[in-house]
Nanobody, 116 residues
Framework: QVQLAESGGGLVQPGGSLRLSCAVS????????RGWYRQAPGKQRELVAR???????NYADSVKGRFTISWDNVKNTLYLQMTNLKPEDTAVYFC??????????WGKGSLVTVSS
């Protein structure tokens, strides 16, 4: 059974940095994309960054130049390095694995709060 577990969230001041991790366990034979999404209070879940297997990396315009997504194939862990954090980055961050056929796997989320 596939499980995704996020960690690394917390409270940070504006301008600070955090690194989120998502440990993936279980067997996945084919992956279309690995990504990070976020959901702020009262808002819909939105894509933050995504790595498409064998292809491109996509970032939301709001995080370009500040966030970096990466995948460690040995550790089976997805990362999101976040720098120059802003209050509007406050949200619950979810990692996602998208496999062919329209199936998604989600973690339970990690809260990031950016506040002074």
């Amino acid at each position: 059974q596939v499980q995704l577990a996020e960690s690394g969230g917390g409270l940070v001041q504006p301008g600070g940095s955090l690194r989120l991790s998502c440990a993936v366990s279980g067997s996945i034979f084919s992956v279309y994309a690995r990504g990070w999404y976020r959901q702020a209070p009262g808002k819909q879940r939105e894509l933050v960054a995504r790595i498409i297997t064998g292809g491109s990396i996509n970032y939301a315009d709001s995080v370009k130049g500040r966030f970096t997504i990466s995948w460690d194939n040995v550790k089976n862990t997805l990362y999101l390095q976040m720098t120059n954090l802003k209050p509007e980055d406050t949200a619950v961050y979810f990692c996602n694995i998208d496999i062919p056929g329209g199936v998604d796997f989600w973690g339970k989320g990690s809260l990031v709060t950016v506040s002074s």
